[in-house]
């Protein structure tokens, strides 16, 4: 690079002015020649992506019922204003933010501690490692009938048989408490995915900086507290955002497990509004887009997040 | 201040068979730097590693002054630690490096920061303790690095290779600056590395360790003048000694049609030997070009200002034979010319079993 840009002023200065236009002209061109084949790659990509968005826009300004004959209707701004004074939406943005924050924050704290177990050497840790990988393989909505049925279901449910074990009367969790049935099996889905994440950035910690440590006379939680945590920091961010983003969209496990009974959350109050049975498009169209514009807010927190941690452990 | 001992220390890792450091006995006195050389692969790092307590002994005892460390954890050996490649804790700032290990002895932050301040300015790191490592360019990491361990005021210094990762001047001058600054501190020092002229210049006794095995542990010039073995006699000295295979005929060393002189003492020695086969050795140094000598073909000059290398080739009982002789300033001869090779100085002969003979 330096060697060019030395050159370059004293090979003007010999060539002209016509060779350097010449040379500009040539560049564009050039660059043109690579980007004209990508372009219909690069419209069907805004078309499938932004048009759809568009008419979600269009819509959500409208008054559509499927289920009515009446025609649609432009009404400005008034499904947002419905929106806002719905105690239902609010009860539902509410759930969201609870499920997605305890779902993460628990399933990235469960997911550390195993990556700190995992990070040793012992007999048997790869098979210990894919058994605890499993359930991030396993399909929402069969997590969700496997934890409703075979897990906490009040007559023949595992966790009801050791509970009456005790002498107990059988919980029927689903019922009583939705909202937080629904955020063990996130956390149990979600926990060896964080822990993957965590593991990574365990392994990619330096082993002399750790004996450093040890030298330096830290113990072991010192040297986790001091150490350890701040290397991970990046790691944990990446959890966070990588979770937050999937969980705030969570749809299966609720419809499989409660139907939105005390832990419907937003993607879930758009399904009811929709296609669910209310058949307001329009008002629907309105709660995607404001769920759209708190994920665009996310996932831009994300990305810097994501820069932070491809630029930081420059040393 | 603190005397270092090892006692028939082995290490032998797990899954293989030849110990990395074996029986190996050494005694470092109270404020002496001592370098452990040698090639790649010889031990060095596992000796040191298990004087940090990194690394277990599986055999003997190791004694800092006095007491019985083999089984402590490194955390109470009050030892410091200069790592390869600086082991700075990445998210730290300079100064959070340096005081780092005074924080886990929980000594009040005044004292720390005071403590610090005090090797920072020993170290012209002065202006830099509120930055990361990685704005630091790695002369300066070197610094942090030495910094950190001489803010604990340890018992002993352990260093593995600390200067290899600068380039070849800064090498130079931070190895005159290292070997000062221990012996103002005068902290007992244990130094790896595997360059020579690094373990010649700065230790007051250099250890050769070869495949586990101590060879030889004297003082630079020790080394130079006797080498024990022949290891150690091709293994110090830059460029390496001569070592030509001979065989004895008639009682006596010959080189060529020459016979190669020997001191009263060796000549009474080699009396004494069972064998036929010898090594003899002899520094470039110790070799000038003549008018009546061993007649050789030079094959190679390596002129380096003030002085060259000439590497002749000589028939030596039917083989060719390289010799190296080195000249002051510009060799006068060229390449592929005839030229006559004498002797200059001391000659080394070692036995059949590599020892030297004396
Ligand atoms: N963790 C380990 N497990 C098994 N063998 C090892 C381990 N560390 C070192 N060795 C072996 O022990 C021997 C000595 O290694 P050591 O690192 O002490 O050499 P060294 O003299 O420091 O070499 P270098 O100059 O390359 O650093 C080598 O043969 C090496 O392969
Ligand atoms: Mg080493």
Redesign the pocket.
């Known amino acids: 690079m330096v060697e060019q840009q030395r050159i370059e002023p004293a090979d003007n200065g010999t060539s002209g002015k016509g060779g350097g236009r010449a040379r500009k002209s040539s560049f564009l061109s050039e660059a043109w020649k690579r980007r004209l084949p990508l372009l219909p790659a690069f419209l069907i990509v805004v078309v499938l992506t932004q048009v759809p968005f568009l008419m979600s826009i269009y819509f959500s300004l409208t008054r559509w019922r499927a289920n009515t004959a009446e025609p649609r209707e432009f009404i400005g701004v008034d499904n947002y204003i419905d929106l806002v004074s719905n105690s239902f939406f609010w009860s539902a943005a509410w759930n969201s933010i609870l499920m997605t924050v305890v779902s993460v924050g628990l399933s990235l704290l469960f997911g550390t501690g195993l990556a700190l177990l995992l990070d040793r050497k012992f007999f048997g840790q790869g098979f210990a490692r894919t058994l605890i990988i499993t359930p991030f393989l396993v399909m929402p909505v069969v997590a969700g009938l496997v934890w409703k049925n075979q897990m906490l279901n009040s007559s023949f449910g595992v966790i009801n048989w050791f509970i009456e074990g005790l002498g107990m009367e059988p919980i029927s969790f689903a019922s009583r408490y939705p909202l937080w049935t629904i955020v063990v099996v996130l956390v149990w889905q979600w926990t060896p995915f964080m822990m993957l994440i965590i593991l990574a950035g365990l392994q990619g910690q330096s082993s002399s900086v750790l004996e450093a440590a040890k030298v330096d006379g830290a113990n072991g939680v010192s040297t986790f507290f001091q150490i350890t945590l701040p290397h991970l920091r990046s790691y944990l961010e990446l959890g966070a955002l990588l979770g937050v983003i999937y969980l705030s969209q969570v749809y299966d496990h609720i419809r499989v497990i409660t139907r939105g009974t005390g832990s419907a959350n937003l993607p879930y109050f758009v399904y009811l509004r929709s296609i669910g049975g209310g058949w307001q498009f329009g008002a629907a169209s309105a709660y995607s887009i404001v769920v759209v514009i708190f994920s665009f807010i996310i996932a831009n927190f994300g990305l810097r997040v994501l820069s932070g941690l491809l630029t930081d452990e420059g040393a | 201040m603190a005397v270092v001992e090892y006692k028939d220390v082995s290490r032998i890792?797990?899954?293989?068979e030849i110990p990395?450091?074996n029986t190996l006995n050494l005694t470092v006195a109270s404020g002496e730097l001592l370098v452990l050389v040698?090639?790649?692969?010889?031990?060095?790092?596992?000796?040191l590693r298990m004087l940090a307590g990194l690394e277990p002994a599986n055999e003997g005892s190791i004694h800092i002054d006095g007491a019985d460390v083999t089984d402590f954890e490194p955390q109470q050996r009050d030892i410091a630690m200069v790592f390869q490649n600086y082991a700075l804790y990445p998210q730290m700032t300079v100064a959070g490096n340096m005081g780092f290990a005074l924080k886990q002895r929980k000594v009040p932050k005044a004292e720390r920061e005071a403590k610090v301040l005090e090797a920072a300015r020993i170290l012209d790191l002065e202006p830099y303790l509120d930055r990361k490592p990685k704005n630091l360019s790695g002369g300066q990491r070197q610094r942090v690095a030495m910094g950190r361990a001489i803010v604990r005021e340890p018992k002993v210094f352990l260093m593995d290779?600390p200067l290899s990762n600068l380039d070849a001047k800064l090498r130079v001058q931070t190895r005159a600056e290292l070997a000062d600054l221990q012996a103002r501190l005068g902290v007992t020092t244990v130094y790896?590395t595997?360059d020579q002229v690094e373990a010649m210049t700065m230790g007051h006794r250099v250890a050769v360790?070869k495949d586990?095995f101590l060879q030889q542990v004297d003082a630079p010039k020790e080394l130079y003048h006797r080498p024990a073995n022949r290891f150690v006699a091709g293994f110090i000295g830059s460029p390496a000694m001569n070592l030509i295979p001979t065989d004895r005929i008639d009682g006596k060393v010959t080189f060529g049609s020459f016979q190669v002189p020997l001191d009263a003492q060796t000549e009474k020695a080699l009396a004494s030997q069972p064998g036929v086969a010898f090594t003899v050795g002899i520094r470039p140094e110790h070799l000038q070009l003549v008018t009546s000598g061993i007649p050789g073909e030079v094959k190679l000059l390596e002129e380096l200002g003030s002085e060259s290398y000439i590497h002749v080739q000589v028939q030596h009982e039917d083989r060719d034979q390289i010799l190296v002789v080195r000249t002051d300033g510009d060799a006068t001869v060229s390449r592929g010319s005839t030229v006559n090779v004498g002797f200059n100085g001391p000659v080394h002969l070692f036995g059949e079993d590599g020892l030297r003979i004396e």
Request: charge should be neutral.
């Open positions: 890792y797990p899954g293989s990395a450091v040698g090639p790649s692969g010889s031990g060095k790092s596992t000796a290779e790896v595997h360790l586990g």
